[in-house]
């Protein structure tokens, strides 16, 4: 096919186009065609040099990917140009020119080198990668002795260099993998770079040519041929020669590769990423094992005199019925019989989880092989080894790992296989849905000294979202399912309820301590109803933060972490008593009631800052806590800590940015005399200092006797730069509040000014009246908006003109998306009714958008 094409165009350039769009040719036959169309050209190009040029005993190479046949749409050719000594320098860069040349006009990208054999042995001795990438030459045209000798001379040193070149080897994986990160985990992976990508799958290939190890065979393959097939898609659809796979593009390489959707397509590319870690990790242990093993045998002949020292068998030291330790792996005992002893696969696994071991992959293949299904439901062994396993921590991870690609986990627990691999396109998680689950058990396996139940806090970990592999309420599915599951593996009908419950209402606490007003009694009061017991709650409490904690830095912090602890005193303290805390607000601190007194006393704004800090970090660069910035009008107030740090997610006080930094921030106290429009003002103020707000919280109350005070608690951030000095910012605030600062004009002359880049088309805002959550006090209005400079600001403007009262708020944000709630009443302070409610709702959602 690819001969007639030539033959029709009479080019290189036009036989390359058809080929690549010659729609019945794709995967390895259109690289291998690539490859070979390539292949001509360059042997057309080079000889007709060589005969312009006279040079003689010269051979081309295609090294690299290009040497291994794999040419993608648009990958470089990486060549060498051989030559032997006795040429002269100017005849071969001759002839080189008149091959680098016409693929540089053609926009080809060219990696190139001209070397003699001995210069190139001595450039792979000298770079790791020059001497991977000769392990893959393939004689193009010229002299194929030239390329024969080179290529047996490499593979030579390659094998006798194997001790010292594989250990750079992989140290240069793992240094590639923590810049890349892990590619069966990433939203937007890099094909080639991430761990678990082609470049992995390349190294896997040199260890092998070592002699040193081998890797696992099995689907390893099939795994190069999705990723190379995704990025053969990728280049075509694009036209650029990219290797990550960016969300835009998703759709289009999904469909050119004939799948459903994006997701079906990151699915395929994380199994075979998988396929290729497990294969890496299998593979390094046994170049590890293999080298520690050559390095004792001189030792050894050193204490038994010359000769060769006697081998003597590798201890084999119990670890659990049927499991020992071999070699630093977790193996099957000699007696052991799979299929007799349908719980070993759990055993096996717990015990390697315990020991700190991998679970060898020849014990896990003859598991999958050999092992009975478990009975069902199972017998309590059985369940109790599942509960080890998963309370071993870290160690759970890789076992978890091993089990699951050898098709273990599946066979114990079927429904999670619409788990696995399955992407969650939300930037605030940084696990697949099954990974997820795994590292919310190994999260919680840290908090079983808090509950009296930590078999059932380990197991709904395990399955807390299991329900995201089905439509709907991925809490009410998952919870049908967690029933069945948990009802498999044996527990009794009271157990199977709470694991019920704690699925189904694994976001009840975050949701309500961060959208919910606890002063309110009937917030207390849902909660209390819902868990029941104070049994249930303390399996809830850990099981929200264990959740918060796997999904990433955004979703927890010291913040989230005060209000949980808060929320949760006080439905433990409603539990225990039997009654529900008494109407009204909460008493304020000392730092709250003195701040409220003298903005009582003045009438106007007086502040606090205080920087936070990350777990560990000082609270300011001189080990301050912060700036007191009480005071009258006009006092001389502290200027706040200077680092800034982004937005993290819903009062997320730590993130790549600040990884390092002691203050993340500051938490600014506010106290006013309270007055319709105050938050609007004050975030507006907020706005116009750049000041990012990850978290606030309103309420007020009477100080003195003389009228209410509301007090305004801020997380903030400088949005970039410093942070802005407190006495700035009360000035700002006490203009603001006298109705002498034009915030609106003010922020729209920053707009035009610095016009902010336009970025994705974000889902429509939506303000809706929380269902049940309306209390005997107020009504609930909940925004959920993409977050912006000014949104606060906006939806406080918005609710100030629907005439209604902001009571308190729960202001919080997570990633780009703002999910606030604000408790509001009429004008004569009660809560608003069902049809008024809906109204206010519809206006403040048509002022956002």
């Given at each position: ?7 029709q165009?009479?080019?290189y ?47 081309l ?33 001759a ?30 001795a000298?770079d ?39 250990p ?12 890349q990160?892990?590619?069966?985990y ?8 991430a ?53 835009q ?5 999904a ?19 998988r ?26 002949r ?9 081998e ?5 030291v ?10 630093g ?52 062994e059985a369940?109790?080894?599942?509960v080890t ?10 076992v ?8 273990l ?6 429904d ?38 930590p ?14 592999g ?14 069945d ?15 019920t ?54 979703a ?39 701040l ?22 000082a ?27 982004g ?53 007020s109350?009477?100080?003195i006797?003389?009228?209410r ?15 802005p ?6 000035t ?63 939806i ?27 408790y ?9 009714s ?16």
């Amino acid at each position: 096919m690819t001969e007639s094409v030539e033959a029709q165009d009479g080019s290189y350039a036009a036989a390359r186009l058809r080929l690549l769009t010659e729609e019945a040719l794709s995967g390895p036959p259109r690289r291998a065609a690539l490859s070979a169309l390539t292949d001509r050209w360059l042997t057309s190009l080079v000889t007709a040099a060589a005969e312009a040029t006279g040079v003689s005993g010269y051979a081309l190479l295609a090294v690299g990917g290009y040497g291994r046949g794999e040419l993608s749409p648009r990958s470089d050719l990486d060549l060498v140009l051989l030559h032997d000594s006795g040429k002269t320098e100017k005849n071969v860069a001759a002839l080189a020119d008149r091959v680098w040349y016409p693929v540089w006009d053609l926009g080809v990208a060219l990696d190139h080198s001209v070397r003699t054999p001995a210069e190139a042995r001595k450039a792979a001795a000298d770079d790791l990668k020059v001497q991977l990438g000769l392990l893959d030459a393939r004689h193009i045209a010229g002299d194929p002795a030239l390329t024969s000798n080179l290529r047996s001379t490499v593979l030579a040193d390659w094998r006798n260099q194997a001790a010292k070149r594989l250990p750079a080897l992989r140290e240069m994986c793992q240094e590639r993998a923590e810049r890349q990160g892990e590619l069966s985990y990433l939203l937007e992976p890099d094909l080639k770079e991430a761990r678990g990508g082609l470049r992995d799958a390349t190294a896997l290939r040199a260890v092998a040519a070592s002699w040193l190890a081998d890797a696992p065979r099995e689907g390893l393959d099939e795994a190069r041929t999705r990723l190379l097939d995704a990025r053969d898609a990728l280049h075509l659809v694009t036209g650029r020669a990219t290797d990550r796979l960016a969300l835009q593009e998703q759709d289009q390489v999904a469909a050119s590769l004939g799948l459903l959707d994006a997701d079906t397509l990151l699915r395929q590319v994380y199994e075979a990423a998988r396929r290729i870690s497990y294969a890496s990790d299998v593979t390094w242990r046994e170049v590890g094992r293999v080298l520690r093993s050559r390095e004792s045998r001189p030792r050894r002949r050193g204490l038994l005199g010359r000769g060769r020292a006697p081998e003597s068998a590798p201890e084999r030291v119990p670890l659990a019925e049927g499991v020992v330790e071999l070699e630093g792996e977790a193996v099957l005992a000699l007696p052991a019989k799979p299929d007799r002893d349908p719980v070993l696969p759990l055993r096996a696994a717990a015990a390697a989880a315990q020991a700190g071991l991998p679970l060898s992959i020849h014990a896990v293949r003859r598991l999958a092989a050999e092992a009975r299904p478990l009975p069902v439901p199972w017998p309590a062994e059985a369940r109790e080894q599942l509960v080890t396993l998963l309370g071993a921590g870290e160690s759970t991870v890789p076992v978890w790992e091993a089990l699951e690609a050898e098709g273990l986990i599946t066979k114990l627990i079927p429904d999670w296989e619409r788990v696995r691999c399955r992407p969650q396109r939300n930037a605030v998680h940084r696990f697949t849905v099954d990974r997820h689950l795994v590292e919310t058990a190994v999260r919680a396996a840290g908090l079983t000294r808090r509950v009296g139940r930590p078999d059932l806090l380990l197991t709904a970990a395990l399955l807390h979202d299991i329900g995201k592999g089905w439509p709907g309420d991925h809490s009410e599915a998952g919870a049908v399912i967690a029933h069945d599951v948990a009802v498999r593996i044996g527990f009794g009908s009271a157990d199977v309820d709470t694991l019920t419950l704690l699925v189904r209402h694994h976001l009840l606490l975050i949701d309500t301590a961060t959208r919910r007003d606890l002063d309110d009694p009937e917030t207390v009061r849902a909660v209390a109803e819902t868990v029941r017991d104070t049994s249930t709650l303390e399996l809830l409490a850990a099981l929200t933060e264990a959740d918060a904690l796997a999904t990433g830095p955004a979703a927890w912090s010291t913040w989230r972490a005060s209000l949980l602890a808060d929320l949760v005193a006080r439905v433990a303290g409603a539990l225990h008593t039997g009654a529900l805390p008494d109407s009204g607000d909460s008493e304020p601190t000392a730092e709250e009631e003195r701040l409220a007194i003298e903005a009582a006393r003045t009438g106007g704004p007086v502040l606090a800052l205080h920087a936070e800090t990350a777990p560990g970090g000082a609270a300011g660069a001189d080990g301050s806590d912060g700036s007191d910035g009480s005071g009258s009008p006009g006092s001389s107030e502290g200027a706040g800590p200077t680092g800034a740090g982004g937005r993290t997610g819903n009062a997320a006080e730590a993130d790549a940015g600040d990884e390092g930094r002691g203050a993340l921030g500051v938490e600014l106290l506010l106290a006013v005399p309270d007055r319709p429009g105050l938050i609007a003002e004050a975030a507006g103020v907020l706005a116009l200092h750049r000041l990012t707000v990850r978290a606030a919280d309103l309420r007020s109350f009477d100080p003195i006797g003389e009228g209410r005070v509301a007090l305004l608690s801020w997380r903030v951030s400088a949005e970039y730069g410093a942070l802005p000095e407190a006495s700035r910012l009360r000035t700002d605030l006490a203009r603001a509040f006298d109705g002498n600062l034009d915030i609106e004009s003010r922020l729209a002359e920053r707009e035009a000014a610095y016009p902010r880049r336009r970025g994705i088309i974000p889902p429509p805002p939506r303000v809706t009246v929380a269902p049940g959550a309306t209390s005997q006090t107020a009504t609930v209005l909940e925004v959920r908006a993409h977050d912006a400079p000014g949104l606060l600001h906006r939806i406080g403007l918005a609710l100030t003109e629907a005439a209604v009262t902001i009571r308190s708020a729960r202001i919080s944000t997570l990633g780009a998306n703002a999910v606030d709630a604000f408790y509001v009443l009429d004008k004569d302070g009660n809560p608003l009714s069902p049809a008024r409610a809906e109204e206010v709702a519809r206006q403040v959602e048509a002022a956002l958008r």
